[in-house]
């Protein structure tokens, strides 16, 4: 009968011990139990009443329960302890917060962006086209046969075992002039296009690199003369580089414009009287011209009814030479040096 009563204590206390909220609740079970008047030791009492047989067992069972209800309990506080810490940590929602580090956009990423919205400011759409390039869009449609000369100045890099019967050798882009006749075959005139797109060339010193950016523009309509280009360009120069810098163009030679030129800006340190920097008070930017008769030809369009320009400069070498940027290396934008990278 007593080790009846004993296990049903021992199943009451592990129950109420397992619904415990609290620690205060817990020591409360606990008192109430194994405590001095406690529910276990009042059956305590009653051993020295019983046989010598009757003692042994109950003793015994008596401490089995014991044994099983504080293990129930040591679980069962250090659960509700761990709660209660978490629940207890206070934390101050209104204190400054530890700023994680915070990066910026690549240079490049950013100077491609203002580039992008100066031209899309004039009217201009901003295009893509393909890395990986067939001949045909790279140099012959752009006037530059197979064997020509000229093609010797692009540096290419051809792509093994890729051969069109009709486009020719697969090559990767050395430059965005071939995105020119795929937005001709895409859209008719008139044409306003920003192509910006990575090129290749087998190219690696202090103002070259092998995988750089060119931005490409492309206009094409009735009547289209050198004052536009000269405009265009005139009004990229003041809104990138800032208003006191000028433009000009000395005439050069590329297959795929007539008349071709050259793109200079004033120096920016020595506004163009001459500098250590410049030499001569201006800095090359690059190519441009009125789109050869052929290369329209090329790209569906009628030659006799429409003219055009474009011009291509790198991403890179037209954002080195803002005012105040001295980098001394193209190679360092690529870097991927954070102590380089986070100055700007
Ligand atoms: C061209 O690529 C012509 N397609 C430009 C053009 C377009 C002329 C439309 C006329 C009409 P060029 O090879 O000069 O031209 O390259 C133009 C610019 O690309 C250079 O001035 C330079 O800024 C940049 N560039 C060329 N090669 C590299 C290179 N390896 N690394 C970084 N920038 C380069």
């Not at 990767?172 to 797109?197: C, D, F, V, W």
């Not at 795929?256 to 930017?285: A, N």
Request: one cysteine or more; charged letters at 30%; a neutral charge.
């Amino acid at each position: 009968m007593l080790k009846d009563q004993i296990r049903n204590l021992k199943n009451e206390a592990i129950g109420e011990i397992l619904e415990a909220k609290n620690p205060q609740e817990l020591e409360r079970i606990r008192a109430g139990f194994l405590g001095r008047s406690g529910k276990i030791n009042r059956l305590t009492k009653e051993i020295p009443k019983l046989s010598p047989e009757e003692k042994k067992d109950l003793g015994q069972a008596i401490n089995e329960a014991k044994i099983n209800i504080e293990s129930v309990l040591r679980q069962t506080q250090d659960k509700l302890s761990v709660q209660s810490d978490n629940h207890q940590k206070w934390f101050d929602v209104t204190a400054p917060g530890i700023r994680p580090p915070e990066g910026h956009l690549h240079l490049v990423t950013e100077a491609i962006r203002e580039i992008t919205s100066i031209f899309t400011s004039l009217g201009f759409h901003r295009a893509r086209y393909p890395e990986a390039e067939w001949d045909w869009y790279a140099f012959e449609g752009l006037n530059m046969a197979e064997n020509h000369p000229a093609r010797d100045e692009w540096e290419t890099f051809f792509i093994e075992n890729l051969e069109n019967k009709k486009l020719g050798k697969g090559v990767l882009t050395p430059h965005t002039s071939s995105g020119q006749l795929r937005e001709m075959e895409k859209y008719p005139p008139p044409i306003r296009m920003i192509n910006i797109a990575k090129c290749y060339r087998r190219q690696s010193d202090i103002s070259h690199v092998p995988m750089f950016y060119q931005f490409e523009g492309l206009v094409i309509d009735r009547e289209i003369s050198i004052t536009h280009l000269k405009g265009t360009l005139d009004y990229f120069a003041k809104n990138f580089f800032g208003p006191n810098r000028k433009i000009r163009i000395r005439p050069f030679h590329f297959q795929f414009t007539e008349p071709s030129f050259e793109v200079d800006i004033s120096c920016g340190l020595c506004e163009g009287k001459g500098c250590k920097f410049c030499k001569e008070g201006w800095l090359e930017l690059g190519g441009s011209g009125m789109v050869h008769p052929a290369v329209l030809k090329n790209g569906g369009i009628d030659p006799q009814k429409y003219s055009g320009f474009a011009f291509g400069w790198g991403v890179e070498r037209t954002y080195m030479m803002k005012a105040g940027l001295k980098i001394d290396d193209i190679r360092m934008l690529y870097g991927n040096d954070l102590r380089f990278l986070k100055q700007f």
